[in-house]
């Protein structure tokens, strides 16, 4: 451990958004769409990694994300997240999902996440050196924990990831249709 990089707390990277489900936000199965729901986890994770990191942040990877229960229209849906691990650049930022059902005050676990940001470098500012994480809640500690492991994993689907973008071809594919099979 580098004596002389700044640690902080995860509580202080912590973010809590809560937002209403509207009809507008419904997917076909009249529940929350995945895909908003993956855009407020990207924006509260965001804060986290820029909170820790003081810094610019991008968002590198959304690693996992586990949808546990569907969350309703007229419920509630507030998303809590923050760091549970870095490295020299990088960040994992872990997001808890609640749902709430607003009439009876029923809540429950809807989704969980972890997603990478990457803090990139300023103008004038091209080393940098983002601070380390110390967990406190019994929470914390246990989603810390496996940082090391999440982390390797990572960086073998990274190596995976760029062989597979070399291999997949990216031309237009419309360019290729058989138009005679119409």
């Known amino acids: 451990m580098d004596i002389n990089r700044e640690t902080k707390k995860c509580k202080e990277t912590k973010v809590i958004q809560t ?7 419904l997917n076909q199965h009249r529940t929350l769409f995945g ?46 997240s923050y760091v549970t691990g870095v490295g020299q650049s990088s960040m994992e930022v872990f997001a808890k999902v609640m749902g709430e059902d607003l009439l009876t005050g029923k809540r429950y676990l809807a989704a969980t996440s972890f997603i990478t940001f990457v803090c990139r470098p300023t103008e004038g500012n091209q080393k940098i050196i983002v601070p380390l994480i110390e967990p406190e809640s019994v929470e914390e500690k ?28 990216f031309r237009a ?9 119409f």
Do not use: Q
């Open 173 to 181: 594919p419309w360019l290729d249709a058989d138009l005679n099979s």
């Open 19 to 25: 937002h209403r489900v509207l009809l507008s936000d």
């Open 35 to 80: 895909g908003k729901l993956m855009s407020i986890i990207d924006n509260t994770a965001s804060i986290s990694a820029t909170r820790h990191s003081r810094g610019i942040v991008v968002t590198a990877s959304m690693d996992s994300l586990d949808f546990l229960h569907p969350i309703y229209e007229d419920h509630s849906v507030c998303v809590e």
């Open 142 to 169: 246990f989603v810390c924990e496996d940082y090391e492991v999440r982390r390797k994993k990572r960086i073998n689907n990274l190596d995976f990831n760029e062989r597979f973008g070399r291999a997949v071809a």
